[in-house]
């Protein structure tokens, strides 16, 4: 196994122009750390040269290393690999792009999240960006890629290799734009050394915007509440000031902005708490075709990668359900369990107490049955067609006054197919869509078994 100083290399996490980012293991402890080290494209080194290049990596792993919040990585160790720098990091498995479905054609559709789940991203990150500023530093290169996710949906911001430091000026050269296209401030492409903190929070409204529409802010800016039922014009005000293409007209400071958007989420839940008030619990939406959903679900593990995936599960270009089935859950009088009577599956209320890699799911439905859990022994990791049967439609007005069938906290759950023999698909059953893994990442586990 290839190796940089102590570090083992198990394989690429990603790429930039700057760089090239590395998951890497520590010996002896095993643990999963991610590794960025210099490697410049030819154009940057070029436009920039080697020299400035490695002051510049240098400078990013400083400027990291400085600053200690919950919200923004930490740089655990620096070096020298054959002449080139590297820095080391903790490794998330999961990022805000991976969760939306952004691709490499960025313009192209991506998912639409929950408003409460927009508001608990969007915080997390206006409060990183609220310590970057007062440190003087502007990111210049928020987009949903560069935002990482713990495994409980902890926001950490990284890729500082474009931050600006205060007084610090790159002279950037005019054929090299700095940031990301759709996401960068308008000023930013003419004049990327002069942006300050409005540049960070004009990205951080792009990312509002495509979170609550699935798509990107065009001009003139369509407001969101014409595509999104459940905003309102609250919501439009408070989007058109964060993407004004003027500076001065936006949020001055990540505070100011955070607290703007907590005043819309209050808001919202006491709307929501209103609408619940007056309308009594429904029961589950009809699903978009019933007959073909009464048919069993696949119950046997396959191994399929991306290119058969979404055909063999039946999923849509956004990797969520192309219909939603009709289910008949019922708990029983412990609350251990939930029986669907349309599908002839009995599943755990809660599952796991602790998110687990993929080879404790499976040690972990051993130890069902070895103890016969609620008198069965024939436990099992299910499928992705048998975990899409708990998914449900996204919700809009009186859907958020649904009563949960299952235990809220269990929100990414294993399935038993395989993508290789190193990575393993799962579903998100808050966001509800596909994805897939590398099997040291931890998601819950909810057993089931064939009545």
């Known amino acids: 196994m290839k190796c940089i100083d102590k570090y083992r290399i198990r394989g690429l996490l990603g790429r930039g122009g700057m760089g090239k980012v590395l998951q890497i293991e520590v010996p002896v402890i095993r643990r999963l750390l991610a590794l960025k080290i210099l490697a410049p494209g030819d154009l940057l080194l070029t436009l920039i040269g080697r020299e400035r290049l490695h002051h510049l990596f240098t400078e990013e792993a400083i400027a990291m290393a400085g600053i200690r919040h919950v919200n923004i990585i930490d740089v655990l160790d620096f070096g020298m690999h054959h002449g080139r720098p ?3 990091m903790d490794y998330y498995g999961n990022t805000l792009g991976a969760v939306i479905g952004e691709t490499y054609v960025t313009d192209a559709r991506s998912r639409v999240l929950r408003i409460e789940k927009v508001i608990h991203y969007t915080r997390q990150i206006l409060d990183g960006l609220q310590r970057l500023h007062a440190a003087g530093i502007i990111h210049r290169d928020i987009k949903p890629f560069n935002i990482l996710l713990t495994e409980d949906d902890t926001v950490k911001i990284c890729d500082f290799g474009l931050s600006k430091l205060r007084g ?3 002279n950037v050269p005019p054929a090299l734009k700095v940031g990301s296209p759709f996401y960068a401030a308008p000023e930013q492409e003419e004049q990327p050394d002069q942006v300050d903190q409005t540049a960070d929070l004009y990205s951080v409204a792009v990312m509002i915007y495509r979170m609550l529409t699935g798509t990107l802010p065009q001009d003139p800016l369509q407001p969101a509440s014409r595509i999104h039922p459940d905003l309102d014009a609250g919501w439009d005000e408070f989007l058109s000031r964060a993407l004004s293409p003027r500076p001065a007209a936006r949020y001055p400071d990540a505070m100011s902005m955070a607290a703007e958007l907590m005043r819309l989420h209050r808001r919202w839940e006491e709307t929501i708490d ?3 008030r007056l309308q009594p619990v429904s029961s589950a939406p009809p699903p978009s075709r019933p007959p073909a959903a009464t048919l069993p679900p696949r119950s046997k593990p396959l191994r ?16 969520q359900p192309a219909f939603y089935r009709d289910a008949g859950f019922q708990p029983d009088a412990a609350g251990a369990t939930v029986q669907d009577e349309t599908t002839g599956l009995q599943w755990q209320y809660g599952g796991s107490d602790f998110p687990l890699d993929w080879p404790s799911a499976l040690n972990y439905i051993d130890h069902l049955n070895a103890m016969a859990w609620m008198g069965r022994q024939n436990w ?3 499928t992705i067609a048998e975990l899409l049967t708990l998914l449900r439609r996204p919700p809009s007005g009186t859907d958020y006054c649904l009563v949960n069938d299952f235990a809220p906290h269990h929100k990414r759950l294993w399935s038993c197919d395989r993508r290789t023999f190193t990575s393993a ?4 059953l808050e966001l509800g869509f596909v994805a897939w893994q590398d099997r040291t990442f931890a998601n819950h586990v909810k057993a089931v078994r064939s009545m």
């Open 86 to 88: 590297y820095y080391v």
């Open 304 to 319: 399929t990668g991306p290119s058969d995936a979404r055909a063999l599960f039946d999923l849509d270009a956004l990797w």
């Open 168 to 170: 610090e000026t790159i």
């Open 425 to 428: 698909w799962y579903v998100s």
């Open 380 to 382: 099992r990791l299910p």
């Open 274 to 276: 209103a609408t619940c």
